[in-house]
C-alpha cells in the first residue's frame, strides 16, 4: 500500500511538472501552423544538412521547451516543410540548450561550472550529429508515422522536381479505398457526428496561416488546434508518467547506489536512471546534485545530457512523430555518444 501511494505521488509529480511546458510547446507549435508563412520559415533555415541541424539544435533558445513541450513543436515544423536535421536537432537538443535549463543548471552545479559548460557543449554536439546522421536517409517517409509523412515538403538533398511529384502521388490516400480503412487519426468532428480525420484538420489550419483570415478566425482556430494536440499528445504523456512512477517504485534504488563509483557501471546506471525516472529538464539538475557525492562527474553528465533527449515519457510523446524503428536508431545513438563522451571525462578525471 505504501508503494502505491508513493507511486501515485510521483506519478502526479510527473504530470504537474510536465504539463505546463506540454501547454507550452503545443501553444507554440499551433502559432508555427497559424501565424508563421511557412516558405519564409523554410527559406531562412540552412540547406546544407550539417548547418541546418547545428541551427536546429540552437532554435532552443528562441522556443524555450523542455522534453514534453519540444515534441509538439518539433512535429510543426516538420508538418510546414522545415528540413529534417533541423527538426531532430530541436527535437534532441530544445531541452537542454534553452536560456531556463541553463539558468537551473548553474543554480545547482554553481560550484562545478564544469559540468553546465559541458552539458550544453555535449549535448548541442551529440543533437548536431544525429540530425546530420539522418540527413543521410534520401527518404524518411519509412521512418514517420502517416500523419506527419505526408507534410514532409523538404528532406535534403533536393530530389528532381519528377522524384518529388512522384513521392507525393505516393503519400496521396487512393481514392479506390475507403476513408475509414487509411491509416489516421479521426475525431467526431464532421457533419452529423460522423468522423473526420485529424490529418485532414491539420490541412484546413495550414491553409488558414496561407489565405490570410481575419486574425479572430485565425485565433478561433489556434484554439481549436491546441485542443486537438492536448487530446492526441496529453494521453501518451499521462501513459509515459504512468510507466515512468512505476519504475521509480519498483527499481532497487540500493544497487544503483553501489554502481556509482566504477567509471563505466556509473554512467551506465545513469543513462538507466535518467531514461526511467523521466524528469523535466528544467529541474533535473537538482534531482542528479543529490547523487554528486556518490557518483562520478561523467554520470552525472550523462544522466543531465541522454535523460532530455531520450526518457520514457518523452518516447511515448515521440511516437506521434517517429515509428519505432527510427526511436530505435535515436535511442542508440544517443546512447552511444553520450557514452563515449561522458567516459572520455571520467578517465580524463581519474
Known sequence: MNQLNNGFTIFLSLLVEAMPFLLLGVFLSSVLLLFIDERKLIEKMPRHPLLGALCGSMIGFLFPVCECGNVPVARRLLMQGVPTPVAIGFLLAAPTINPIVIWSTWSAFRDQPEIVVLR????????????????????????????????????????????????????????????????????????????????????????????????????????????????????????????????????????????????????????????????????DAFFALSFASSFTSGSLLAFLVFGPMIDIKGIGLMLSIFKPKALIYLFILAGQLTFLFTLIMNLHVI
Do not use: H, W
Open 120 to 283: 550544453i557543449v555535449f549535448s548541442l554536439i551529440i543533437a548536431t550529429t544525429i540530425g546530420f546522421i539522418f540527413s543521410f536517409q534520401s527518404d524518411l517517409v519509412p521512418f514517420l508515422q502517416p500523419a506527419i509523412a505526408r507534410y514532409l515538403k523538404f528532406n535534403p538533398p533536393v530530389q528532381p522536381k519528377t522524384q518529388r511529384q512522384g513521392r507525393q502521388s505516393q503519400l496521396q490516400p487512393q481514392t479506390t479505398t475507403s476513408s475509414l480503412l487509411q491509416s489516421g487519426t479521426y475525431i467526431l468532428g464532421g457533419k452529423a457526428g460522423s468522423p473526420k480525420r485529424i490529418d485532414d484538420s491539420y490541412d484546413e489550419l495550414a491553409a488558414i496561416s496561407n489565405v490570410g483570415k481575419p486574425l479572430p478566425e485565425k485565433l478561433r482556430s489556434l484554439l481549436d488546434n491546441i485542443i486537438q494536440e492536448l487530446r492526441e499528445l496529453g494521453g501518451v504523456m499521462v501513459i509515459g508518467s504512468a510507466i515512468a512512477a512505476a519504475i521509480q517504485v519498483l527499481a532497487p534504488r540500493e544497487l544503483i547506489l553501489s554502481l556509482g563509483a566504477g567509471p563505466i557501471t556509473s554512467i551506465l546506471a545513469m543513462l538507466v536512471l535518467a531514461t526511467v525516472v523521466s524528469i523535466c529538464s528544467t529541474v
